[in-house]
């Protein structure tokens, strides 16, 4: 695992004029990443978030399944009341009201599931900087982005690839850096 500390700006050229001030101070380039982070709630839109994913099958099935009965029992009534009509049109409307039941249901659980995710995204959208360092550099980077007026700096353990923070996770809360404990070089 590699240490990072990260600083989030508003702008791509606020955040490169820092990259410039971080080579100055003897980082390489190597070790800076620049990026985008999404609004919170737009991360992945198209894969569910792995805490939905977990929890979806009992709550999806659930909620499908009392949309399917409800459904059902409306479909039934209206027409076994309303038209007092025969067993394969029961049948029919059951199933129809079943199929429109369920469809009712499952939309439930989607916007339960984009309420959960979207609340409980606590990092903020911005152009983040990133900066491999060591336990001797990681204070001089801190002090660098907050020097550039960062609007958080954060310090971080993961995978540096190739220039880059690749396993980056947009839904984990950030872990603000303290200085508390901190060598300094």
């Avoid at 980056?168 to 070089?185: I, K, M, N």
């Amino acid at each position: 695992m590699s240490l990072i500390v990260a600083g989030r700006f508003t702008t791509f050229p606020a955040a490169e004029s820092v990259a410039e001030k971080l080579f100055s101070r003897g980082f390489v380039e190597e070790d800076v990443n620049l990026f985008f982070v999404n609004p919170r709630g737009q991360h992945a839109r198209h894969t569910p978030h792995p805490v939905a994913l977990a929890a979806a099958p009992s709550h999806r099935t659930r909620n499908l399944t009392a949309g399917a009965v409800a459904g059902a029992v409306v479909g039934v009534a209206l027409f076994g009341a309303l038209l007092s009509a025969s067993l394969p049109s029961v049948l029919i409307a059951a199933g129809v009201g079943a199929w429109i039941g369920a469809r009712i249901g499952g939309g439930w659980q989607r916007a339960a599931e984009h309420e959960a995710r979207v609340h409980h995204e606590m990092r903020q959208s911005g152009v983040l900087l990133t900066v491999h360092v060591s336990a001797e550099n990681q204070a001089l980077a801190a002090e660098v982005l907050r020097e550039a007026g960062a609007d958080e700096v954060e310090r971080a353990t993961g995978q540096w690839h190739w220039g880059h923070w690749a396993d980056f996770d947009p839904t984990q809360p950030p872990h603000p850096y303290a200085d508390a404990g901190v060598q300094r070089a």
